[in-house]
């Protein structure tokens, strides 16, 4: 008998955990050094722009944005651009316009750079608020003056708040995935998914059902994809060859092709947009 992905999913789910383990975790070393610089550079940027054009992963869009651009808002005409939008989960787009809102963001646009979905909304989005600006209206300012895109740094925040938004994060490749540990992301990954109920990584891998368990995941994962290794092991009667999963590889698999949409799209700041704060440590 073939059980469907909600039967699965109801099997599963009184042996799926409730939390994530967050203890132990040091997410300040998280924060790569060479950022502080780009951090001081783009502040020194910003006293010569008209606009700011905020681009920030629309899997994560509560989570992890950088409160340098918060000090700017009411003070210089301020645009969010949500990139990767083929990615994210989005039907809760409301709400997520919603929270921004409530947090000083009235000028949100969720693209997709790769299909140059909405890219077009940007220019013209940009020309209306610099023009309603004030700054714009100082003297000796044309009518259609040249504009100039000044490119910065991808920068994290120095302080990353929680490590739950560090390991969001890291998810969407903004950390790198060594300095979090590979097969840390993902069972975060493998949490989240479980959580929220998004079984594609059963049928994409064909392992035939749920599980929450990370080891026996990577596992039937690095079996499927043949990433085994030798590994001679010693006993009493001399060494003996043993086949083991690669686990590594496993994990790096898994984090492709939740990145590269094979998994579905995701929205990982679901918890945020039903009132549930990010976990602390």
């Known amino acids: 008998m073939r059980l469907s992905p909600r039967t699965l999913c109801a099997a599963a789910r009184a042996a799926w955990r409730e939390s994530f383990p967050l203890e132990g975790r040091d997410v300040a070393r998280w924060f790569p050094g060479h950022m502080a610089k780009g951090l001081k550079k783009m502040q020194s940027s910003l006293r010569l722009v008209d606009c700011i054009i905020e681009v920030h992963d629309a899997r994560i869009p509560l989570s992890g944005r950088n409160p340098l651009f918060q000090e700017t808002l009411g003070l210089k005409p301020h645009l969010l651009v949500l990139n990767k939008m083929d990615l994210a989960d989005l039907k809760e787009q409301q709400k997520i316009i919603q929270q921004l809102e409530r947090e000083g963001l009235k000028h949100v646009v969720f693209t997709n750079c790769v299909k140059d979905e909405n890219v077009k909304q940007i220019i013209p989005t940009v ?3 610099v023009g ?3 700054r714009y ?7 259609r003056p040249l504009m100039f895109l000044l490119d910065t740094p991808g920068v994290l925040a120095p302080r990353i708040p929680s490590v739950e938004i560090g390991l969001k994060l890291a998810l969407c490749g903004t950390v790198l995935d060594h300095l979090v540990g590979e097969e840390t992301l993902a069972d975060y990954l493998l949490y989240t998914l479980n959580r929220h109920q998004l079984l594609e990584y059963v049928q994409h891998y064909g392992l035939g059902g749920a599980c929450d368990d990370v080891a026996s995941v990577l596992k039937r994962v690095a079996v499927k994809l043949r990433k085994t290794q030798k590994v001679k092991v010693l006993t009493g009667t001399g060494d003996v060859n043993v086949i083991q999963p690669d686990y590594s590889a496993a994990a790096r698999d898994f984090l492709r092709a939740f990145r590269s ?3 579905g799209p995701v929205m990982l700041d679901r918890d945020l947009l039903q009132g549930r704060p990010a976990e602390e440590p």
Do not use: D, K
């Not at 209206?137 to 009518?143: L, Q, T």
């Open 127 to 129: 020309m209306e608020l």
């Open 132 to 134: 309603s600006s004030y």
């Open 261 to 263: 949409g094979l998994l």
């Open 137 to 143: 209206h100082r003297g000796e300012v044309s009518e």
